[in-house]
């Protein structure tokens, strides 16, 4: 058991590690958010990672987002991440998509093949599409409500996105999934109110929450790919 996740084994068992390994896991957005959650996966051995987003590192992200370093501006932030991943975990299988995921490029994707999908984007049209897609296709997903304007980090909860309050993300999304029937969603969310930002066109952002709300997410992502394994092992 002396190897890079030998910590992680003596709480999950090397069957919990073995299923990790061999999870798909999909991160749509690589962001603040979404760069925390693809750190912690790698760190927790699963073994393939896709990850999707279209930015470039600029100056603006050095305060937040982790793949974020002078080293790397100007770089798409899914080529900084599979070099990271890679680097953590060689053994890992990265797929890294420059593309943002909207409806006009949903098709380029199939999600039965994932075994866990990671809402991390911003856009509402796209969160409603990748939700829609993922659920057609019977494949867990977890989605990140609002980060920006927020301060609290320990303000934040797993919920369903209908027992969700105060977050304004939550509130269009919980209106536009039930018109499209959508019956559950999980979801990390803050129900901290929105702090004004002194720049009202752009939402503010402090180091330490968004990457908590990334981690949360991860959290999740794990926790149900293990428990989905032991549900496995009982039918067995």
Same mark, same amino acid.
């Given at each position: 058991?002396?190897?890079?996740? #030998?910590?992680?084994?003596?709480?999950? $068992?090397?069957?919990?590690?073995?299923?990790?390994?061999?999870?798909?896991? !999909?991160?749509?957005?690589?962001?603040?958010?979404?760069?925390?959650?693809?750190?912690?996966?790698? =760190?927790?051995?699963?073994?393939?990672?896709?990850?999707?987003?279209?930015?470039?590192?600029?100056?603006?992200?050095?305060?937040?987002?982790?793949?974020?370093?002078? /080293?790397?501006? $100007?770089?798409?932030?899914?080529?900084? #991440?599979? @070099? =990271?991943?890679?680097?953590?975990?060689?053994?890992?299988?990265?797929?890294?998509?420059?593309?943002?995921?909207?409806?006009?490029?949903?098709?380029?994707?199939?999600?039965?093949?994932?075994?866990?999908?990671?809402? !991390?984007?911003?856009?509402?049209?796209?969160?409603?599409? *990748?939700?829609?897609?993922?659920?057609?296709?019977?494949?867990?997903?977890?989605?990140?409500?609002?980060? $920006?304007?927020?301060?609290?980090?320990?303000?934040?909860?797993?919920?369903?996105?209908?027992?969700?309050?105060?977050?304004?993300? !939550? +509130?269009?999304?919980?209106?536009?999934?039930?018109?499209? $029937?959508?019956? +559950?969603?999980?979801?990390?969310? /803050?129900?901290?109110?929105?702090? /004004?930002? =002194?720049?009202?066109?752009?939402?503010? /952002?402090?180091?330490?929450?968004?990457?908590?709300?990334?981690?949360?997410?991860?959290?999740?992502?794990? +926790?149900?790919?293990?428990? @989905?394994?032991?549900?496995? *092992?009982?039918?067995?």
């Amino acid at each position: 058991m002396c190897d890079q996740f #030998a910590r992680m084994e003596l709480l999950v $068992g090397a069957e919990g590690m073995e299923r990790l390994a061999h999870a798909h896991v !999909a991160v749509f957005g690589v962001g603040g958010v979404g760069g925390y959650v693809v750190e912690a996966l790698a =760190r927790s051995g699963v073994g393939m990672l896709d990850i999707i987003d279209h930015d470039k590192v600029d100056m603006t992200n050095l305060n937040r987002q982790i793949f974020a370093l002078h /080293s790397t501006l $100007g770089k798409y932030k899914v080529d900084v #991440a599979k @070099a =990271r991943i890679l680097d953590i975990n060689p053994k890992a299988e990265v797929h890294a998509w420059k593309l943002f995921y909207l409806p006009e490029t949903a098709d380029q994707f199939d999600f039965t093949q994932y075994d866990y999908v990671v809402d !991390a984007i911003d856009t509402v049209t796209g969160k409603l599409m *990748l939700i829609e897609q993922a659920q057609a296709a019977g494949t867990p997903v977890i989605s990140a409500m609002g980060a $920006g304007n927020k301060t609290d980090p320990t303000a934040f909860q797993v919920a369903d996105i209908y027992e969700t309050s105060v977050c304004p993300l !939550a +509130k269009v999304m919980r209106k536009e999934l039930k018109k499209r $029937g959508i019956e +559950k969603l999980k979801v990390v969310y /803050s129900k901290e109110q929105p702090v /004004s930002s =002194r720049d009202k066109g752009t939402p503010g /952002s402090l180091s330490f929450v968004p990457s908590a709300a990334g981690l949360i997410l991860a959290g999740e992502v794990v +926790k149900d790919l293990l428990q @989905a394994q032991i549900a496995c *092992l009982d039918d067995h």
